[in-house]
């Protein structure tokens, strides 16, 4: 192989720059110095959308899009999905490494202690109108707690940093259970720490009148799996937000508000939504060639398909969709299910799709399973949110010890008005 960098001439001046290539990438900084003359700012590159820039150095997620791989840590997800926990995978993440077995009893100690709120807390999220989307509940109430926790703003001290990842981790489940009861005007049902980290969120969201609630052990295992696959994603929307907004120093939780509110989008964690309304919209087996008709038209999305890094099945629907039979087992069928894959079985021989590498995204499946497990739509994307949580934190106290990093500030391309003087408003046309 040959020397590890790259050579550009600019043929404006005729000036040759050799540039090194470290990861299989040119730093953006080394164009700099390709000037036209000595007062010219010097080169950038234009990259909307982040559509070929690596905004950092990350040592949690690995993801090959075109060969379908995703690894936390190094661990291939289908083993985390089939032989981990979801508090021991948000461990791994965190830490970089599996706990031992006084590690994980510690850390499950910890989080399950952390799961209270604040009772002002409360009366906070009473506030919100009785129809409020808990997902819009779940940006302000977390973002709220950074005035509960003053001390969060710490940042750079490890104790103290530790300390508010156990209350983010154990808070989540709590808020967002608490703004689904919200929208029902049930009361709040609070933490049980008899339960696992699953089983006590599904007593939040479903407990009655009962003592005490028992989970469906199914329900409680799918639901630990579906939060593993979620746990993180490398640097898609979300993560780039908390990043993005950490990086200007501000505590974690006003950070996680950030990116909580990233994963709110239809085109990130609001999608699996989407995919019901559309699977709905459709109605029938015999309906899909003609929506299909429409989305090659430009006329709609194939919602839950398409990915910008997965070129290929995205290893996370693949363990979905065998949950899914789990789950339509013990709850009964979602009739959206024929529908959805008669949908995909045509995508997937359709030009149009496999032309641009469309697949099922994680969100393909996804609403069906939550639809059949009894979530209501509006919690889909809270559920997200809470499966995510180590993921943001974890990229967030990396980007903190990062040297490198600074606070995030993208450059632009001005082409806009030049210079004109004021105009009146009397003499304006
Ligand atoms: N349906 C129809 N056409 C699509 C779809 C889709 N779902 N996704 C992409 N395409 C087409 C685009 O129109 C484009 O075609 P063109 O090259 O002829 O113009 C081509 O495929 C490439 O797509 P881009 O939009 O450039 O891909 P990008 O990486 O920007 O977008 C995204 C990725 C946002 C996920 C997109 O595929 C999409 O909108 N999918 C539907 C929404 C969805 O499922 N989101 C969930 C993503 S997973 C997650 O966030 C958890």
Redesign the pocket.
């Known amino acids: 192989m040959g020397k590890e960098t790259l050579t550009i001439t600019d043929n404006r001046t005729g000036k040759t720059y050799e540039v090194p290539i470290e990861h299989g990438a040119i730093r953006g900084m080394d164009l700099r110095q390709i000037k036209v003359s000595e007062d010219d700012f010097g080169l950038m590159s234009y990259d909307p959308?982040f559509m070929n820039t690596a905004s950092c150095k990350s040592t949690i997620t690995f993801i090959d899009g075109e060969k379908g791989i995703l690894q936390y840590r190094g661990y291939p997800i289908e083993q985390l999905a089939e032989r981990s926990t979801f508090l021991e995978t948000a461990f791994l993440i965190l830490h970089g490494e599996l706990p031992t077995r006084a590690q994980l009893d510690e850390w499950t100690y910890h989080i399950t202690h952390h799961t209270m709120i604040h009772e002002n807390i409360k009366k906070f999220m009473d506030g919100f109108h009785y129809d409020a989307h808990p997902m819009g509940i779940l940006v302000g109430t977390v973002g709220a707690l950074s005035t509960f926790y003053p001390d969060a703003k710490n940042i750079m001290d490890p104790a103290n940093r530790e300390k508010q990842i156990y209350r983010l981790i154990a808070k989540m489940p709590t808020m967002a259970a608490f703004a689904y009861r919200h929208s029902l005007g049930m009361p709040y049902a609070y933490p049980d720490n008899d339960l696992t980290f699953a089983g006590n969120f599904l007593n939040m969201l479903f407990k009655m009148t009962e003592m005490k609630y028992k989970p469906n052990p199914v329900l409680e295992r799918a639901l630990d799996v579906l939060f593993i696959l979620h746990a993180d994603h490398e640097q898609?929307?979300s993560a780039n937000a908390m990043r993005s907004v950490g990086s200007s120093h501000v505590d974690p939780y006003s950070a996680v508000a950030a990116a909580t509110a990233a994963l709110y989008g239809?085109?990130?964690?609001g999608?699996n939504e989407?995919v019901l309304r559309m699977l709905r919209e459709i109605g029938s087996k015999d309906k899909v060639p003609e929506f299909v008709k429409k989305?090659k038209a430009r006329e709609a999305?194939?919602?839950?398909?398409?990915?910008?890094v997965y070129k290929s099945y995205d290893p996370r629907a693949k363990v979905i969709k065998n949950l899914a039979y789990q789950i339509f087992q013990e709850r009964g069928t979602n009739p959206l299910l024929e529908i959805a894959i008669e949908l995909e079985r045509i995508a997937l021989q359709d030009e149009f799709f496999v032309k641009?590498k469309?697949y099922p995204?994680?969100?393909y499946y996804t609403g069906m399973i939550y639809e059949a497990m009894g979530f209501p739509v509006e919690v889909f994307p809270v559920l997200f949110a809470i499966g995510r949580t180590p993921g943001w934190i974890a990229q967030w106290q990396e980007m903190l010890l990062d040297s490198e990093q600074k606070i995030a500030r993208p450059r632009q391309l001005y082409v806009g008005s030049g210079k004109r003087d004021y105009v009146p408003i009397e003499q304006r046309r």
């Open positions: 959308a898609n929307c239809p085109l990130h964690g999608a989407a989305v999305l194939l919602m839950g398909f398409g990915h910008r641009r469309l995204n994680v969100d």
